[in-house]
């Protein structure tokens, strides 16, 4: 009989995060394929998929709103309105709450945890090491940070499917089939690589016109399509389906869709130009 050989990741040798832990397993399971690293990584994020089910199921109770996350999730089905500055949103979150409730009052615990399993298995299955180059460094996505930023969209578009009643108004999202059948050309986005930085230009408040008016989706998509690879090879439709779990043809129509904002938002910076000259 074989003996295992347990992994041992080389950069280890002391874990000084959470994050860095699951980053280990991750690397461990995508190596061995040893169903013990995948259990012992459901098992650290047991936390996390509580979180979401108390969001989700009817019974349960309070919510934090203003936890990151929680925060991140409720706005992708706020109305433009809700969602335009922090008073807005802590004024409308309970009520998408419920709305989000009431369309999932059928459910039990057990079912919507069984849910949120089943997307985070798949985002664990297509999920390869992102890391991107900044200051001459290496640096590395963590898995949790990966799940929080893709998992929020997977449940999003679950619970559109399950009531089509809810008021969604939003632009970062929108699942209309029609749209998916049109035949698609290559898209570039920009000329050359953007050399943006990811917390700054995607999650904060570094991106200047024309991608300021871009959802922070959309400019992580913008993200990964020029610096997802280290190699500094744009990333195809294909491979972006791949790391963020939507169907190649989302990926392509929201890829359109941000090219026409952006070329929407470069005629209005120019025709504002004009006005001084």
Excluded at 174 to 191: F, G, I, N, P, S
Aim: net charge positive.
């Amino acid at each position: 009989m074989t003996k295992k050989v347990k992994y041992i990741r080389e950069d280890d040798p002391e874990l000084s995060s959470a994050s860095e832990y699951t980053n280990y397993l991750i690397d461990a399971y995508k190596q061995t394929g040893d169903i013990a690293y995948r259990d012992e990584i459901l098992s650290s994020f047991d936390v996390y998929f509580k979180k979401y089910v108390a969001i989700l199921h009817h019974k349960s109770g309070g919510v934090n709103t203003g936890n990151k996350d929680t925060k991140n999730f409720l706005r992708l089905f706020m109305k433009a309105e809700d969602r335009a500055y922090e008073a807005a949103y802590f004024a409308s979150a309970g009520s998408y709450v419920h709305m989000i409730r009431r369309t999932l009052s059928k459910f039990t615990v057990g079912d919507i945890y069984h849910e949120i399993i089943v997307h985070f298995l798949e985002l664990l299955e297509s999920y390869k090491p992102i890391t991107y180059k900044r200051n001459e460094q290496q640096h590395r996505i963590s898995f949790p940070h990966y799940i929080q930023v893709n998992i929020r969209y997977r449940l999003c578009r679950w619970i559109i499917k399950k009531s089509k009643d809810i008021v969604t108004g939003r632009e970062c999202l929108e699942y209309c089939d029609t749209l998916l059948k049109r035949d698609h050309k290559e898209v570039d986005l920009l000329d050359t690589s953007p050399s943006i930085d990811l917390y700054g230009w995607v999650w904060g408040d570094d991106a200047g016109i024309p991608f300021d008016g871009l959802t922070e989706m959309e400019r992580y998509l913008i993200w990964l399509r020029y610096e997802g690879d280290p190699s500094g090879k744009k990333l195809s439709k294909r491979e972006l389906s791949d790391i963020t779990g939507y169907h190649w043809q989302t990926i392509t129509y929201r890829l359109d869709k941000i090219k026409l904002k952006i070329t929407r938002a470069r005629r209005k910076e120019s025709v504002l130009d004009q006005r001084f000259i």
